[in-house]
Structure formats: structure tokens, C-alpha cells
């Protein structure tokens, strides 16, 4: 089963996103799906500012990790732990964003990373099947309880390879990881008898849309063929009733400040000083992909 989400009409459950809260049949459709869409989230003057920002920032892209995606393509990623104090961190820690993950968790939360994924054109490799939780488990989260929000910097379509997702497959529970080229990919027995009975999403977005997706939910992305670039930014979050029992690359349970709406274009508008953040070194720091290929050896 394959489903392509479009444009639905206003007042649909992908379509209706309200204040920065979601409604209680868009909290339903998340709990029930994995995941739930927010179209228009930030508006075009907001999304040009981050676009426009991200684009010219050398430090993301001298900071990017290129990861084989197993079949000789490859996946550009830039990571940073905090959200700081810039147009990435208004974006991260704004009040439509920060208070909806938490209406879906349902309790505080805290900022446990962001990332840019640069997905360029002719040249951006697939990602693999997985859950995010299949290898932050090993980051001493003992729940799931975890949500990932991917804003789309570009506008996202199937030829440039857009997010997909199986529809309800975060009810599976954590799925046995292994490594796949460099990245972490799910069981791939079990994801394809997971994708006979489960809807395949395509998550098409204009950029400024956003979709919301709990960290059990198997997603992937197919490679870029097209002339124009996908990039798109995650900011990922974690309970803080669930702050980790041991240390690792991302952090523990950090105090997150919101900040109000408007903070985005004022300092998307600010100059210099929009887009500092610590960019972490991926390659030094991330060991969650080869800890998995290790579990598998031994």
C-alpha cells in the first residue's frame, strides 16, 4: 500500500494546525499513525530566513558528515546538541514547535538535538529503514518517549527524495538495528513484511510545512534525482521524565527556553550572529551505527 500525502482541504487532520497547538483529532492521528502533519508552520518569509541563512553558513557545511547509505550513494548531515541562540535555536526552541511536541508527549521536554540534512541535487543518497529510537535506545533512553519534528527547508517531492514512513509502525514497538553502509537500518526482513500490511506515506511538503513522527516510527528516504536540492531541518526532542541513566554524545536533561514566535524573524533579520551554534563532530562522536555493527558480531 502506498499513500502520496497532498494538499487536503482545510479543516483535515493534516491540514489544521492552529496557534502552535495541535487539535485533539490531529493528537489522535499522531497517537494512532506515528506521525501527524503541520502545513504551513512557518511562513515563506520564515523558512527564506532559515533558507537563506543555512545555505550561506560555511560552518554547517564544512561540518557535515557524508554517510554511505549502503549502496554507494551518500547523505550529507550537519548535528549540533544545543539549540543556541540563533535563527537554528528560534526554530528549535519557538513556542509553535516546543508546545505541540509536548501536547504529544503529554509533559516537559527538552531539546536532544538538531540536524540539517543536505540532500543535494543528482548526488543525495537514500536513507535506510529505521526508528530513531533503534539506536538512541543505546544512549541510555529507557522509553521511546521521543518525537522528531522535520521542517521543510526545500520543497520535498518523491524525485528528490522525500521522507516516507509506515503508517501505525511505531504499534511494532523497537525494531532490532544493524549497521547498513554507515547508517543504522532496521531488521529489513521484518520491515518488509511490516511495509505488506502498513501504509507506506510519501511525505510531500512545500517548504515551510512540517510533519511530527514518534521516535518508533520506521522511516526512510529515497535518493535525490532531481536538479534541485531537499534539504531539511529536525529538531528532535526528548521527554524530561526520561532523561538518560548513562552519558553519551547528546545530552541529558537540559532546561529548554522557549521563546515566542516573532523571535524567528527577528533574529533570522539580525546579521552575524544568526546562526551560531557548536556543531558536533559526527564521525568522532556518533557511535550509534558502529555499536550496532558490533551487537551484531557478538
Known amino acids: 500500500m502506498k499513500k502520496c500525502v497532498v494538499y487536503s482541504p482545510i479543516g483535515a487532520v493534516e491540514n489544521e494546525f492552529m496557534s502552535g497547538v495541535f487539535s485533539e483529532e490531529q493528537k489522535g492521528a499522531y497517537h494512532r499513525d506515528g506521525y501527524v502533519f503541520a502545513r504551513g508552520l512557518f511562513s515563506r518569509e520564515e523558512i527564506g530566513l532559515l533558507g537563506e541563512a543555512a545555505h550561506a553558513d560555511r560552518a554547517l557545511d564544512d561540518a557535515a558528515t557524508a554517510l554511505d547509505d549502503g549502496e554507494g550513494n551518500r547523505v550529507r548531515l550537519s548535528l549540533w546538541n544545543h539549540p543556541g541562540d540563533g535563527i537554528y535555536g528560534m526554530f528549535a526552541r519557538c513556542r509553535r514547535v516546543v508546545d505541540s511536541v509536548e501536547q504529544l508527549i503529554g509533559g516537559e521536554v527538552y531539546h536532544y538535538h538538531s540536524k540539517m540534512v543536505l540532500k543535494d541535487a543528482r548526488t543525495g543518497g537514500a536513507w535506510a529503514w529505521h526508528q530513531d529510537y533503534g539506536y538512541w535506545y543505546q544512549n541510555g533512553l529507557l522509553f521511546p518517549d521521543l518525537c522528531s519534528v522535520m521542517i521543510a527547508v526545500d520543497g520535498a517531492t518523491q524525485e528528490n527524495g522525500c521522507l516516507q514512513l509506515l503508517e501505525r509502525s511505531h504499534h511494532m514497538g523497537r525494531v532490532n538495528h544493524i549497521l547498513s553502509g554507515e547508517q543504522a537500518g532496521a531488521d529489513r526482513e521484518r520491515v518488509e513484511e511490516a511495509k505488506k500490511r502498513l501504509e507506506l506515506v510519501y511525505a510531500e511538503m512545500e517548504a515551510g510545512d512540517a510533519v511530527f513522527f ?35 554524545h547528546h545530552p541529558g536533561y537540559t532546561p529548554l527556553s522557549k521563546v515566542d514566535d516573532e523571535e524567528v524573524i527577528r533574529v533570522g533579520k539580525s546579521g552575524v550572529d544568526r546562526v551560531s551554534v557548536q556543531f558536533a563532530n559526527i564521525e568522532q562522536e556518533d557511535r550509534s551505527a558502529k555499536d550496532l555493527a558490533g551487537e551484531a558480531e557478538s
Open 214 to 248: 514518534h521516535s518508533n516510527t520506521l522511516h526512510a528516504s529515497g535518493p535525490n534525482h532531481s536538479e534541485n536540492s531537499r534539504w531539511a531541518m529536525i529538531c528532535c526532542y526528548n521527554a524530561a521524565s526520561n532523561d538518560p541513566y548513562k552519558e553519551s
